[in-house]
């Protein structure tokens, strides 16, 4: 196992759900800088307030990633020794705006792609995702399931990965590929392109119907964000994960319509009133991951969704006036 300690650490999209929560992990590493890059489409600076209190030697540069002689000149600037690139534009807008999700998603990736080539870092690990699988082939999934995408986010993310796999291939980068599945826990957006517990708890906090998109059997494999960061640094870590692909998963399903009891029955409020509206345009149906990687290479394997952490997550947005 590596050390992240003395590193100058860069985290494209550190104002984000997933990257403030990693910011947050890797001042724990002793690290000698942390640069967070952000656009703030969707990054929020209340997210990273408590990092910013508590490590001094972290820079806030408000910059969209697929801006290449930009990451260059910072890049080498703040002599950066590791990326972890969380920078995204979400599902949700690529159903709005699908030609801008596919090309900035898709320059982010390449734009690190071609500076670890040309030497200007050491490290990157890419964040995925498990919607470029699309709905399970067979279960559980593995890192060789097909990339089955089927939605404009979820092919911009299979190209990415494809293309930071031949980086790998042909120039030998040291990189790592993660492929979070469902993420979730405090600080996820509630404003537009919220995820699922956002939506419900905006609905029951306006006093609306619950809506479940579709007849609710879909599954996901939910993971609490903590433990999800904390397999991102352990990738990087770990010397036998160079040039993987690994999942970030519990290895557990759970149907949408299941976690909308289950928040509800958290809340006491097991009555509340839910209607069932059309399926989402290019919604997966199944989704449920094969972590044997994860637990070979690095010796962990993340605990399913608990009750406790999705209290912790329901807390934090009913405390949220955003």
């Given at each position: 196992?590596?050390?992240?300690k003395n590193?100058n650490i860069?985290?494209?999209?550190?104002a984000?759900?997933i990257g403030s929560?990693?910011?947050?992990?890797l001042?724990?590493?002793?690290?000698?800088s942390i640069?967070i890059v952000d656009?703030?489409?969707?990054?929020?600076?209340?997210?990273?307030?408590?990092?910013?209190?508590n490590?001094?030697?972290?820079e806030?540069?408000?910059m969209?990633s697929?801006d290449?002689?930009?990451m260059?000149?910072l890049?080498?600037?703040?002599?950066i020794?590791?990326?972890?690139n969380?920078?995204?534009?979400?599902?949700p807008?690529?159903?709005e705006?699908?030609?801008?999700?596919?090309?900035?998603?898709i320059?982010?990736v390449?734009n690190?792609?071609?500076?670890a080539?040309?030497?200007a870092?050491?490290n990157?690990?890419h964040?995925?995702?498990?919607?470029?699988?699309?709905?399970?082939?067979?279960?559980p999934?593995?890192?060789?399931?097909?990339?089955?995408?089927i939605?404009?986010?979820?092919?911009s993310?299979a190209?990415?990965?494809?293309?930071?796999?031949?980086y790998?291939?042909t120039?030998?980068i040291n990189?790592?590929i993660?492929?979070?599945?469902n993420t979730?826990?405090?600080?996820?957006?509630?404003g537009?392109?919220?995820?699922i517990i956002p939506i419900?708890?905006?609905?029951i906090k306006?006093g609306?119907?619950?809506?479940i998109?579709?007849?609710?059997?879909q599954t996901?494999?939910f993971?609490?964000v903590k433990?999800s960061?904390?397999v991102?640094?352990?990738?990087?870590?770990?010397?036998q994960?160079k040039?993987?692909?690994?999942?970030?998963?519990s290895?557990?399903?759970?149907?949408i319509?299941?976690?909308?009891y289950?928040i509800?029955?958290?809340?006491s409020?097991e009555?509340?009133?839910?209607?069932?509206?059309?399926?989402?345009?290019?919604?997966?149906?199944?989704?449920?991951?094969?972590v044997s990687l994860?637990?070979?290479?690095?010796?962990?394997k993340?605990a399913?969704l608990?009750?406790?952490?999705?209290s912790?997550t329901?807390?934090?947005?009913?405390?949220?006036n955003d």
């Open positions: 196992m590596r050390t992240l590193q860069l985290v494209t999209g550190g984000g759900f929560h990693l910011v947050d992990r001042i724990l590493e002793n690290c000698n640069t656009n703030f489409f969707l990054g929020n600076l209340q997210n990273i307030s408590d990092a910013s209190q490590f001094k030697s972290l806030i540069i408000r969209d697929s290449l002689s930009g260059q000149d890049i080498s600037y703040r002599n020794d590791t990326v972890f969380l920078s995204v534009v979400p599902l807008t690529s159903l705006y699908p030609a801008h999700t596919i090309t900035t998603n320059l982010s390449t690190l792609c071609e500076l080539r040309k030497g870092f050491e990157l690990v964040s995925s995702s498990s919607e470029a699988y699309g709905s399970a082939e067979y279960v999934m593995d890192e060789k399931h097909p990339l089955n995408a939605t404009p986010y979820a092919s993310k190209a990415g990965d494809k293309i930071l796999e031949t790998l291939h120039f030998e990189g790592r993660v492929r979070p599945f979730v826990g405090p600080r996820q957006n509630a537009s392109y919220a995820g419900v708890v905006n609905r306006e609306k119907e619950i809506l998109n579709g007849d609710g059997s996901r494999d993971i609490f433990d960061v904390d991102m640094i352990k990738v990087l870590k770990c010397e994960a040039g993987r692909s690994i999942n970030i998963a290895g557990k399903e759970i149907s319509k299941e976690l909308i289950r509800l029955n958290i809340l409020l009555n509340y009133p839910i209607l069932y509206g059309p399926p989402r345009p290019g919604d997966v149906q199944r989704h449920l991951a094969d994860c637990e070979e290479l690095l010796g962990i993340p399913p608990s009750d406790e952490a999705l912790k329901l807390d934090w947005y009913f405390a949220s």
